[in-house]
């Protein structure tokens, strides 16, 4: 593991303590988002607008291979489909 991800490791283990209570974690990795988050907040591209959020109930320690992980990257990705074939207002 990486120092990076060490550091990440750390600072999600402390959360999980009750040390720290909110960390906004930018990424364009929908895996990332899923595994490491309880909330994931997706915008739209231009004005960086809310486009939607999802809830992350998995229990922790997660694994990324989670049923409902693997379902709630099906509906983001098909957000992002969504938009990219019908070139609405908040295509990528």
Known sequence: M???NTNQTNIFRARAYGS???IV???HDTDEALYLSDEVVVFSPNPGTIRNRFTVNAERPRRRSDTEL???KQR???LFKYDINNE???SI
């Open 20 to 22: 720290i209570t909110t």
């Open 70 to 72: 693997l379902e709630l």
């Open 76 to 78: 983001i990705t098909s």
């Open 25 to 27: 974690l930018v990424t």
């Open 88 to 90: 609405s207002e908040y």
């Open 2 to 4: 990486n120092n990076s």
